[in-house]
């Protein structure tokens, strides 16, 4: 495939030791002699000179040429490695744009990659899911699918099912000289739809790694729940004060908890009220503990157990099916001795959060959440995938029975075909523009 010829800046804008400008098209070898006064291009070498408009001198580089098909986007390209400021990054940038390049638009390195055949769609997913990685789950969930081992699995099967499509074909063109043999079929079609299955229910596990596992915190106000996500995060992000109520509305926050990435969620109070104000916050409140999967229901030690820790617990009930924590905060403080927790039914964790005294609290959340963010390198990573893998099942699921009801081969056939494309659809082989440009519209520019 011909494209233009584009540029971007792919390294972070800002100040730094080195910059780095790509450009991939093939104008690129020409580029090359009208920048550097050096024109050898022997490809994979580093060369170092200067970049001067005119008589201007704009910096001082190295570069590197790749030359297509051998190249990250399968086509000419080229790397300079600048100074790493602002102004001067851009000024090659924008030197390069004035002789007919055009910018990159986000992604569109990766976009040709996969156009190109250089990498399938997974891998380019991986790649930006790596970058964006912001736990040790989600990097090794990105890291595993990036080796390619989901791709090779995924090449397999189309390769089974296309032995499958060949025998159903000669069959039907010569059906006198050749007979199916209906059980090996069976055979093949559901070893297909044994694999896929297991990589439908793994799935979840690679999303919940990358997207991250949603948690609410609730309580009385001043239990210290704002204490306590800023001793999660080790950062002061939600405002702490001595008036009950403060956090009216929900926040929510990243973090990360032995490698598992945590959204938490700040709530405002669940307390049945009459204040309009605090109505909505409630609401809010409970849509953000509907969407948890972990709840953090936080006591204070200091005031023993109150009406509104009852009618918490009660409210709490509804979403009993959910991981609760009961979370005993400001354990140092003992001013009271018969504190007890009558509720056996959750686990229950003394904390200090202002002492940042959490360490129990985050194990016991490791203990809970691990098993739900283990991936391996057969683990998908996002619903687009998931969806297409669910497609691919269902097809493969309507051949088998399309063979058990004795339907004819151009049945049975157009259900294969159906699976092959699902599989395509996964890695990429089958794109419309639209598909690419969503999916790389999230990625950063120059990548
Ligand atoms: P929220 O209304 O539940 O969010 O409560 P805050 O986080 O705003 O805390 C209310 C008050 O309790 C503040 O004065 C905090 O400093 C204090 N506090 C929070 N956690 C602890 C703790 O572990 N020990 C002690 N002694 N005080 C705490």
Redesign the pocket.
């Known amino acids: 495939m011909i494209f233009d010829t584009i540029a971007a800046i792919s390294s972070p804008l800002g100040t730094g030791a080195i910059s780095v400008i790509r450009i991939t098209g093939n104008k690129t070898k020409k580029l090359i002699k009208e920048l550097f006064d050096n024109e050898k291009t022997e490809p994979k070498k580093m060369y170092y000179g200067w970049i001067k408009d005119k008589d201007e001198i704009i910096d001082e580089v190295t570069w590197v040429y790749h030359k297509g098909p051998k190249s990250y986007t399968g086509e000419d390209m080229l790397e300079i490695f600048g100074h790493g400021g602002v102004l001067v990054t851009k000024k090659i940038l924008n030197l390069i744009l004035s002789k007919n390049i055009r910018e990159a638009l986000p992604g569109e390195f990766s976009k040709r990659a996969v156009m190109n055949k250089k990498m399938d769609l997974v891998k380019a997913e991986a790649i930006n899911e790596l970058i964006h990685a912001n736990s040790d789950y989600a990097l090794k969930a990105a890291a595993n699918q990036m080796e390619g081992k989901l791709s090779e699995k995924i090449q397999d099967l189309k390769k089974d099912l296309f032995t499958i499509a060949a025998r159903i074909e000669v069959e039907m063109d010569y059906p006198e000289d050749f007979e199916v043999d209906n059980f090996e079929f069976l055979n093949s079609l559901n070893k297909v739809k044994d694999e896929l299955i297991y990589l439908y229910e793994n799935a979840d596990n690679g999303i919940t790694a990358i997207e991250g596992i949603k948690m609410a915190i609730v309580?009385k106000?001043?239990?210290?729940?704002?204490?306590l996500l800023n001793a999660l995060l080790r950062k002061d992000r939600a405002i702490?004060?001595?008036i009950?109520g403060?956090?009216r509305d929900t926040i929510e926050e990243s973090l990360s908890i032995r490698g598992i990435l945590i959204k938490s969620i700040d709530t405002a109070g669940i307390r049945e009220t009459e204040d309009v104000v605090e109505k909505i916050g409630v609401e809010r409140s409970l849509k953000a503990i509907e969407e948890s999967k972990l709840i953090l229901f936080?006591l204070d030690n200091s005031t023993g157990i109150e009406d509104y820790d009852i009618e918490v617990y009660e409210k709490l009930k509804e979403f009993s099916y959910k991981d609760i924590i009961i979370v005993i905060?400001?354990s140092?403080?003992k001013n009271r001795v018969n504190f007890n927790v009558p509720w056996k039914d959750y686990d229950i964790v003394k904390i200090?959060?202002?002492?940042g005294d959490i360490r129990n609290l985050e194990e016991l959340i490791y203990d809970k959440l691990k098993n739900t963010v283990i991936t391996n390198e057969y683990t998908l990573t996002n619903e687009r995938q998931k969806n297409a893998v669910k497609k691919a099942i269902d097809s493969v699921s309507k051949a088998i029975e399309g063979i058990n009801l004795g339907l004819t081969n151009d049945a049975i056939m157009f259900d294969v075909r159906k699976t092959i494309e699902g599989l395509n659809e996964l890695t990429g082989e089958d794109y419309t523009e639209t598909l690419l440009d969503n999916i790389f519209g999230n990625f950063c520019v120059g990548k």
């Open positions: 309580g106000p001043n239990a210290g729940k704002s204490t702490v004060t001595d009950p403060t956090t936080v905060n400001k140092d403080i200090s959060a202002s002492n």
